[in-house]
């Protein structure tokens, strides 16, 4: 039996929550080591173990991994969730990179000096830009690539609770992008995932954005 997969990040959702939802929807076990000071962040620094000074860490297959897409993309290929082939890639990407961008705009939100206003660009945005291209492709469909569950999938799901939890009946018009998300919360592994005390995050609030700030000495 190989070594535990180990994530390093800080103790909340941010760009490790999709790593943490698709090792979960993989059933792979993983341990975490949370960011609590600075001085555990350069720890890593110094040791050589951030290529670019950045958190998401994924150590796995003796490996130690960066950057949050590669780190999913290795992931995906490892547990046969990215197509059958290049043009099956291709298409998960697509789509996994547009609900990530959609993503990371919620992730900035406990940074924002206004959230209101930017929650309500968000809600057209995902209404007008992002819903009706998933929409589209689960018209009739199990799944957005293949007729199997990949990357793509887990990143919708994770991406449609979200927003419902900023934007309560943001999916009512997209009848198909809900359908969908009811068929993956009934995954096993997925409804663990959305009970408490699971490893899933809660959204950020004040505290792990204050943390955030003092570890990276972001200014505001």
Known sequence: MGERVVLHYFNGRGKMESIRWLLTVAEVEFDEKFLDTREEY????????????QVPLVEIDG??????????????????????????????????????????????LPFNP??????????????????????????????????????????LVECTLMLEEKCVGILKDFSAVKSFQGRMIQIPAINRFLQPGSKRKPPPGENYAKAVIEIFQIKI
Request: net charge positive; proline share 3%; hydrophobic share 45%.
């Open 42 to 53: 350069l720890k890593l620094v110094n040791d050589g173990k951030l290529m670019f000074q």
């Open 114 to 155: 206004d959230p209101t206003a930017k929650l309500e660009e968000i809600e057209k945005k995902a209404k007008e830009r992002y819903f009706p291209v998933f929409e589209k492709a689960l018209t009739g469909p199990v799944y957005l690539v293949g007729g199997k569950l990949s990357l793509a999938d887990v990143l």
């Open 63 to 108: 490996m130690k991994l960066v950057q949050t897409k590669a780190i999913l993309n290795y992931l995906a290929e490892k547990y046969n969730m990215h197509g059958k082939d290049l043009k099956d890639r291709v298409m998960i990407n697509m789509y996994s990179e547009g609900l990530m961008d959609l993503m990371e705009m919620i992730m900035v």
